[in-house]
């Protein structure tokens, strides 16, 4: 967790240094797997994948005029959704190159796309949605997106995208009210 905090210190301070980004640039970075980054097997653990997801994320708000737009209103970012694909592992102390696009946005939720890739082949696929918080509340993203540059008050991210989210909210009922029902979430959709 250490090096997660100093990368996005690092990141933030970063942000004085380079070139100021669109709020919907691509961005990719370079990487190196490091010997914490890996399991028993010497790949780069799953858990890491989101580590790395959120610090290009955390580079694009900071080098863009999200950063100003979401400080000023005393906002946090917030993940509000993940899903990752694994299609081949990336071993350890090989370079990697991760690719943050942004699929669109619509009047609450942010879409990402994170691609891993070695070499030109796909490693693994992460869509991201993501939104804007003050105390517990979700802000109206419109007019952040406005604010820190943006053309589009919406911006709807391909069909595929929405579909992957559809029904995020309803399993997480699902899973509340079998908690409070009887103790144990369903461990099946059809439960």
Do not use: N
């Amino acid at each position: 967790m250490f090096h997660y905090w100093f990368a996005v210190l690092g990141t933030l301070i970063g942000r004085f240094f380079r070139s100021p980004l669109a709020i919907d640039e691509t961005l990719t970075r370079r990487y190196r797997v490091r010997l914490a980054d890996c399991d028993g097997l010497r790949v780069m653990a799953a858990f890491r994948y989101p580590a790395y997801m959120d610090l290009i994320r955390w580079e694009l708000i900071a080098r863009s005029a999200l950063f100003k737009a979401i400080v000023r209103r005393g906002l946090a970012p917030t993940l509000g959704a993940q899903k990752l694909i694994y299609r081949h592992p990336i071993k350890c102390w090989s370079r990697f190159e991760l690719t943050l696009s942004v699929l669109g946005w619509d009047d609450k939720w942010v879409y990402h796309q994170h691609l891993f890739s070695q070499q030109g082949e796909v490693r693994a696929l992460g869509i991201t949605r993501c939104l804007v918080w003050r105390r517990d509340v979700p802000h109206v993203l419109q007019e952040v997106i406005q604010e820190a540059g943006g053309t589009e008050p919406m911006r709807p991210p391909p069909a595929w995208v929405q579909a992957m989210f559809a029904d995020d909210k309803e399993r997480l009922e699902a899973c509340a009210a079998a908690l409070a029902d009887d103790g144990e979430a369903p461990r099946s959709p059809g439960h």
